[in-house]
């Protein structure tokens, strides 16, 4: 019930097209999802976040869709970029995760084709 | 800004040996966090230290031992090597008053156990 299941593991998209990821979670009590991007050789680092009480939040190209019914959320990439090459962890946690209960999806590694 | 600095960022060990991996933040968090990532395992908490003085068990602690050593540094050692423990080595520091929790990454200490 605590974990969190992230699909496709790999993804290859051309460049200007629109990547997807998704995850799914079982634990109605989770009320925090963030998706976290790492590029090769760094750490992660947070890219967007979405609470509950919104069904999608957009940050530029970035667009997180959440279906509390279906207890769903996805990460949509507009126009997807070489720069954009990187892994991808969805996460969720019940609050903020400040103590130590964010639980992440096993990575989905896109490659955006020039 | 330094951020999260983690050394060392490469070490070879030998089964059964012993080794302290640092970590310091900059950034006056209370929260601090180590992690491993294996491939296709996603992000896996070892110990995390909600406030300095406390620290706390995660899903993977065996094998490992922390200490919050002031404020701005958490250290996790491996006393006695074991291949299992071959990964790379994630420490991260939040705050609560930040951007929903944010988690800031250290850049990883990759590990290798012969």
């Known amino acids: 019930q605590q974990q969190v299941k992230q699909s496709p593991q790999s993804l290859i998209v051309q460049k200007g097209g629109i990547s997807i990821i998704n995850c799914a979670y079982e634990?109605?009590?989770?009320?925090?999802f963030p998706w976290y991007q790492q590029f090769p050789g760094k750490g992660p680092a947070l890219l967007i976040a979405?609470?509950?009480?919104?069904s999608e939040k957009k940050e530029g190209r970035f667009t997180i869709s959440f279906n509390k019914s279906a207890k769903q959320f996805s990460l949509h990439i507009m126009d997807s970029q070489p720069g954009d090459s990187a892994t991808y962890f969805c996460?969720?946690?019940?609050?903020?995760?400040?103590?130590?209960?964010?639980?992440f999806g096993k990575g989905t590694k896109l490659s955006v084709k020039p | 800004n330094a951020g999260v600095t983690q050394t060392p960022k490469f070490q070879v060990l030998k089964t059964g040996q012993s080794m302290t991996l640092q970590c310091a933040q900059d950034?006056?968090?209370?929260?601090m966090y180590w992690y491993r990532q294996d491939p296709g395992m996603g992000l896996r908490l070892i110990y995390y230290?909600?406030?300095?003085?406390?620290?706390d068990k995660g899903e993977v602690p065996n094998g490992y031992n922390v200490s919050r050593l002031n404020k701005r540094e958490f250290s996790l050692r491996l006393e006695s090597a074991a291949p299992s423990q071959t990964s790379v080595y994630f420490c991260?520091?939040?705050?609560?008053?930040?951007?929903?929790?944010?988690?800031?990454f250290g850049e990883g200490s990759r590990l290798t156990v012969l």
């Open positions: 950034m006056n968090h209370n929260s």
């Open positions: 979405i609470r509950p009480d919104v």
């Open positions: 991260a520091s939040s705050d609560a008053s930040g951007r929903l929790g944010e988690l800031f």
């Open positions: 996460a969720a946690s019940i609050g903020i995760g400040s103590q130590g209960n964010l639980i």
């Open positions: 634990n109605t009590a989770f009320d925090y």
């Open positions: 230290s909600a406030s300095e003085g406390t620290t």
